[in-house]
């Protein structure tokens, strides 16, 4: 890497996607520089790169991707309580403004002016962590636990992500659970579930690939909602406790409504697309289902690094590939590809050039 120059992940608009020469930030008052080793591609970064926007956040201007990072301490800033240089790291995405009444509430997820890093949601936008240094406040740099290997601690994020949704659904443990959608999100769902002692963990997809590595996570069964209609009938007939859908389908809500029982609790982890979506309603009313909302995380992180450290979480198959950033190009395609693929890595340790 050039000392004064390094690459960065870059969505210019819809099939637009660059690997560019930036300049190497250095840390301010309060900041920390961080050598990003590896980067998680998550679906959004997928969205941004195939339609310029996720949900209602269009790109308006060039956004450097990613929000699920590792690294190591680089430098400090001046007055910035860090890590030493050298330490490894996960970089918490969320800047929360810490004053707004959800702030104050202990809701920092919800944050009324929330920035999170590699979004299009504010203008002029939120720069993300596919970059080979990226500097944020310190107190968003958490050290991670001794022995936790660094392509395992990719995985953070997401994991923090789905151990917010199990969070939401109360008390699992002994419980029969639902899970829509086995992508990396619903895969890392099931094994937060399992962490939690859920009993029973059901989940469905599309493809059976990702279904495959759903078990291995900590499934106790699967089924292909494309397969036989008495696959899909049997799973009307679950009568689960929690249904959490993590497909960001219609579909998938639906499965969940119909697959739990009767006072059961539906949990809407995955985001559906833009605009009112149907939704059985009647359904919910008739069967007094509860349904609540799932958004991000906030103090998880710590613990899922903890428990990723200590074998609570045992993610390992969910990373299918590690490809190096000089073929970023060729990681999305295949991050976009579930048959492929679940979790796709960015290895920016790679000294190659494009």
Not at 164 to 170: E, S
């Amino acid at each position: 890497m050039n000392p004064s120059s390094m690459r960065a992940v870059v969505a210019h608009g819809a099939g637009d996607l660059r690997l560019e020469e930036r300049p190497v930030p250095e840390p301010g008052p309060g900041e920390v520089a961080v050598d990003i080793r590896y980067g998680g591609i998550c679906g959004s970064d997928l969205h941004y790169w195939r339609h310029g926007a996720v949900g209602e956040f269009r790109l308006r201007e060039p956004l450097v991707l990613g929000h699920e990072i590792v690294g190591r301490v680089r430098a400090a800033g001046p007055g910035a309580q860090a890590p030493p240089p050298g330490t490894p790291v996960a970089v918490h995405p969320l800047a929360s403004c810490g004053t707004c009444r959800q702030c104050l509430a202990g809701r920092r997820n919800t944050c009324l002016d929330t920035g999170y890093l590699g979004s299009a949601a504010r203008n002029p936008h939120v720069q993300g962590g596919f970059a080979e240094v990226l500097v944020v406040p310190a107190e968003r740099v958490l050290s991670l636990p001794e022995g936790l290997d660094m392509r395992l601690a990719a995985v953070a994020e997401p994991a923090a992500v789905a151990w917010h949704a199990v969070r939401q659904a109360g008390d699992v443990r002994g419980k029969r659970v639902l899970v829509t959608g086995a992508g990396p999100i619903g895969c890392l769902v099931v094994a937060a579930l399992r962490a939690a002692g859920a009993g029973e963990i059901t989940v469905t997809d599309v493809h059976e690939a990702p279904l495959a590595v759903a078990k291995q996570v900590g499934a106790t069964s699967t089924v292909r909602v494309d397969g036989p209609a008495a696959d899909r009938e049997e799973l009307e007939g679950l009568a689960a406790d929690i249904a959490i859908e993590s497909s960001g389908n219609p579909a998938g809500l639906r499965t969940c409504v119909y697959g739990v029982d009767r006072g059961g609790l539906v949990v809407g982890l995955g985001l559906l697309p833009p605009g009112d979506t149907p939704v059985a309603a009647n359904a919910m009313i008739t069967r007094e289902l509860r349904l609540v909302g799932s958004f991000r995380f906030d103090t998880e992180l710590g613990e899922v690094l903890r428990a990723l450290a200590d074998g609570r979480l045992p993610v390992g198959p969910v990373v299918t590939s590690v490809l190096p950033v000089a073929r970023t190009g060729e990681a999305f395609e295949l991050a976009a590809d579930p048959a492929r693929s679940c979790k796709v890595l960015l290895d920016f340790a790679d000294p190659t050039t494009p």
